[in-house]
């Protein structure tokens, strides 16, 4: 699920066509950057820039206002 | 006037009916300040992250219009008091992200493609069990091959064996 950083090369400076993708519509492609829990996966994990983290956090939040994305996932019932 | 976008769920058990009258009133609210609907979308019955008043799915509207800024207070009150809206979500956005009639056909262009993309892969599943089954009889070949040169090994072997067997009796 999650994209773990083994390069550490921010993902959106390698391919720019993918910050349009940063949208909470778009958000089967912001499940990238949860985890199984529903917790926002901070960037020195994921390598992101701080620049596109704070848009990532920005969208996700409001990805969740709408259910469309979970607040938190309990493991034990899913 | 700026430019703004809304999503509403709906809840799950009215008919398509009632659920054209609540998007015709959202619509008729932003005609009424002099606004512009720009584009209207439909995202279809989904099924919730998490349960809103304790229903599992949501029918998913979408709208983007231009209105002027004090205006928005009026459409955003609307959508509270309506108990068959679950939530809703209004955000201002810039003119490049406005979308177009043609990005809905390109939405079934894209569903088209993942169907050809689909069928591609089958036909590649295909192609890659029918090279698999060559790669079987190759193997194959080069197993009976292999037993045969065992079989020479062995047979060299029974004889050194045989040999040294006759040296020791000898």
């Known amino acids: ?78 | 006037m700026n430019n703004y976008e809304i999503v509403y769920i709906i809840h799950p058990a009215l008919q398509e009916g009632r659920l054209i009258d609540i998007k015709s009133k959202i619509h008729e609210k932003i005609t009424s300040f002099k606004g512009k609907v720009l584009y209207d979308d439909s995202w279809g019955k989904k099924k919730l992250a998490y349960a809103i008043d304790k229903q599992k799915y949501g029918t998913y509207l979408f709208c983007q219009f231009l209105l002027e800024g004090k205006d928005v207070q009026a459409i955003n009150t609307d959508c509270e008091l309506n108990s068959n809206i679950l939530r809703h979500l209004i955000t201002r956005i810039d003119s490049s992200q406005i979308l177009d009639e043609k990005d809905k056909k390109e939405v079934k262009k894209e569903t088209n493609k993942k169907e050809a993309f689909k069928e591609v892969v089958k036909e590649k599943e295909e192609v890659s069990e029918v090279v698999e089954e060559e790669k079987e009889e190759v193997s194959e070949v080069v197993e009976e091959e292999k037993e045969e040169v065992d079989d020479t090994i062995d047979s060299e072997n029974d004889n050194k064996e045989t040999q040294e067997e006759n040296s020791e009796e000898k």
């Open chain 1, 1 to 78: 699920m999650a994209i773990l950083a083994q390069s550490r090369v921010c993902p959106f400076k390698e391919d720019k066509d993918l910050i349009k993708q940063i949208d909470y519509k778009q958000y089967k492609f912001l499940k990238k950057f949860i985890t199984d829990q529903g917790k926002i996966i901070p960037s020195h994990v994921t390598g992101v820039s701080a620049k596109y983290q704070r848009l990532i956090a920005a969208e996700i939040k409001k990805a969740r206002i709408l259910a469309l994305l979970p607040f938190a996932v309990d493991p034990r019932y899913s």
